[in-house]
């Protein structure tokens, strides 16, 4: 029993961490999200309880499904392209050439930038009348006009989603390497014994075994893509005219700038579920796989 | 057994901690041994403002011992979450400096006590205008009262613009003129915030309209005209992506010649762009000129110890400590002593804030200033890329508004 207990309390911090940091606000989001609760009886406490009244209110707003639709754009375009990127990188410097450690360090710098730096410098080279961007593709031809990225509704969403994937192409980058750099170099030299071509060792020895990587990198990503909150709330706020709205940046809106908490909880609470959706697909998957193996 | 033992034990460290937290001293109104009683003031103030609020409750706290006034600084964005919050623990501080447009919101919600007892026995309080009164009462009973005030106005560039605009006609011609291929003759903010509001609404309250009234033919002709000015290329496009900082970059670098900011923006000015030539001017008018009221009140917080509260509000708003201390933050006053003083009067600059914060008012939107601002800027946004036409834009904003005000 005492030795029970000894062992008990080694992880009480963590339980005692976990309750008041993670499940408790977690908790009270839910909560909050079945009241009417706003800034004009936040103070006086009396807020009654309305069932599922926020969540109908914000299903039935358009606003809601447009920013849905953005969210589901930009994270698809961010993942596809930057894992792709981040593929090719990462092979790249699989290689040992000189110079190599020394160029990756600096691939790294881009995403130890912080994000306003990063959004804030991308919203000056994006500028419609002074950008770098617009000057460059004028004079190379590639452009009869400039065009304003950040504040035409037809390519603002465009625009961001382009920074998003240039932020996130060092962390798939890494995350990839190392999953090249965990490939024995022995399963490939049957293969250039029988004498498969580069494409068909990269199709049947290389994407087999970084299915995993991928996967884990594609979930992580979505996970952290779906709930971007500090490029869109730097280069545009949501706007032009809610072109970039995206859910967490409305959640945000509806909480802290109409104090609607009640709405602002029901539309994160959305957001999480599906999240946690695709999360749960995931570890499905993962634990499928460790069976078979 | 082993798992009561151990549920026990977590729930004893939970309370221990929630304890701990709620346990924190209530706001303090506990008198020391002497008889001075300790007040709270909160404040988002940093670098020199923060400096100058401290050598005033220095001076207040060394000229009398009845009363200690004790600063907690609580950063800016955070101020109003964290007021909200103290209000529904019973921890609102005695005092608190806020927003000057954030004090009937905070007055509705509650976590304010009424000081119009207070006010009405006040010798100054006919030195504040009626306009900027109004915008700390709520149902006549009175909050607040500002201790620092601003103004945007327009800021233009002498080399681009030889007089300034001062009707709307005027702006649309002088912006037109100034516009060419590198530099656009206007540029306000229409950002996807409250700055795009901001910067809207002087145009909307000079048509003699209100956001009330926003679908009415001054709101579309207020609006029209901002996005003739996008349509013709003398207000850059780009203006639906630009905060005010971002406008007031442009203007400092010669890229825009009119400009509305606040006067936050001289010191900036002189040290980036110290050869510029420039000038103020009131905002082009359509039927009066008028701009939006900005800076900072200060407030008791709900249950506060009201008499030492008081002592300190009247004793910052002496004329000559308010003067001295308007001029020490670069803002302006808001008493008329102080706006007559010889500082103000005698500068060119300065006397343009000076007229136009005496004729303007803030928001006075209440606790419906979220959906508001936000019901202002989107119609600006949609209105200016063109998802929308100028009738439409405004027409769903008042139908918003009216929807809010049933």
């Known amino acids: 029993m005492k030795k029970r207990f000894e062992n008990y309390s080694f992880v009480l911090p963590a339980i005692v961490f976990l309750m008041i940091f993670l499940l408790y606000p977690f908790a009270f989001n839910i909560y909050l999200s079945f009241r009417d609760i706003n800034i004009g009886n936040l103070v006086q406490g009396d807020s009654p309880f309305i069932g599922l009244e926020n969540y109908k209110t914000i299903l039935s707003e358009p606003l809601f499904y447009k920013s849905l639709t953005q969210t589901v754009i930009f994270t698809f375009f961010t993942l596809v392209v930057s894992t792709s990127i981040g593929f090719l990188l990462a092979s790249y410097f699989n290689k040992a050439f000189p110079g190599n450690k020394w160029m990756r360090s600096i691939m790294l710098l881009g995403w130890m930038t912080p994000i306003i730096i990063v959004g804030t410098i991308f919203k000056w080279m994006l500028d419609g009348k002074y950008g770098i961007v617009n000057n460059m593709l004028v004079n190379i031809g590639l452009m009869n006009s400039p065009i304003n990225w950040l504040s035409d509704i037809d390519t603002a969403l465009f625009a961001v989603t382009v920074t998003n994937i240039w932020l996130s192409i060092p962390f798939s980058m890494i995350i990839l390497l190392s ?82 908490f009640g709405e602002g909880a029901a539309l994160s609470n959305l957001a999480l579920f599906i999240i946690a959706f695709f999360a749960i697909l995931y570890v499905r998957k993962v634990q499928k796989e460790s069976v078979v193996h | 057994m082993k798992h009561k033992v151990f549920f026990l034990l977590i729930s004893v460290m939970l309370m221990g901690i929630l304890a701990a937290c709620s ?47 004790k600063l907690t600084f609580v950063p800016y964005g955070e101020l109003n979450n964290q007021l909200l919050i103290s209000g529904t623990n019973d921890a609102t501080p005695d005092l608190v400096i806020t927003g000057i447009n954030e004090v009937q919101l905070f007055a509705e919600s509650g976590v304010l006590e009424d000081m119009t007892a207070n006010v009405e026995e006040w010798e100054n309080n006919d030195q504040i205008t009626e306009d900027i009164m109004d915008i700390h009462k709520v149902d006549d009973n009175v909050y607040g009262l500002p201790i620092k005030t601003n103004a945007i106005v327009m800021f233009y560039n002498k080399d681009m613009v030889e007089e300034p605009p001062t009707t709307w006609e005027e702006l649309k011609k002088t912006a037109a003129d100034a516009t060419d291929g590198k530099q656009t003759g206007f540029l306000a903010s229409a950002h996807n915030s409250q700055q795009g509001t901001a910067s809207w609404i002087p145009f909307l309250i000079s048509a003699g309209e209100d956001i009330t009234t926003i679908g009415s033919d001054g709101g579309k002709e207020a609006l029209q005209l901002w996005k003739d000015m996008v349509d013709e290329g003398s207000m850059s496009s780009e203006a ?72 300190f509000i009247s004793w910052f708003l002496e004329p000559e400590n308010h003067f001295e201390y308007a001029k020490a933050t670069g803002d302006f006053p808001a008493l008329e002593d102080a706006f007559n003083e010889p500082y103000f009067q005698d500068d060119p600059v300065k006397q343009v804030f000076v007229n136009v914060i005496k004729s303007s008012s803030g928001y006075g939107w209440g606790e419906n200033q979220g959906d508001f601002n936000q019901i202002v800027y989107t119609a600006m946004q949609k209105a200016l890329t063109g998802e929308a036409t100028v009738e439409e834009a405004v027409t769903e904003a008042q139908q918003k508004v009216d929807q809010i005000l049933q």
């Open chain 2, 240 to 311: 639906v992506n630009k905060t005010i900082m971002d406008a007031q970059v442009d203007f400092q670098n010669g890229n825009t010649a009119m400009t509305l900011t606040g006067p936050w923006f001289i010191p900036e000015l002189e040290a980036n762009a110290p050869d510029l030539n420039w000038g103020v001017a009131e905002i082009p008018k359509d039927e009066k000129h008028v701009s939006l009221v900005g800076g900072e009140s200060i407030s008791m917080g709900k249950g506060a110890n009201k008499e030492a509260a008081w002592d």
């Open chain 1, 179 to 260: 999953g090249l750099q965990g490939i024995p170099t022995y399963v490939y030299e049957p293969a250039t014994i029988d004498g498969a071509s580069r494409w068909q060792k990269f199709r049947y020895i290389t994407l087999p075994l970084m299915t995993p990587t991928i996967s884990i990198l594609l979930i992580l990503g979505l996970i952290y893509t779906f709930k971007v909150f500090d490029v869109i709330y730097i280069m545009t706020a949501g706007g032009p005219a809610n072109s970039t709205q995206v859910v967490s940046y409305l959640a945000y809106e509806l909480s802290f700038n109409l104090f609607r």
């Open chain 2, 23 to 69: 346990s924190e001293e209530t706001s303090g109104n506990n008198s020391k041994e002497s008889g001075t009683q300790s007040i709270e003031l909160w404040h988002y103030f940093e670098g020199n403002l923060k400096d100058v609020l401290e050598d005033n409750v220095t001076k207040y706290n060394e000229s009398q011992d009845k009363v200690e006034v």
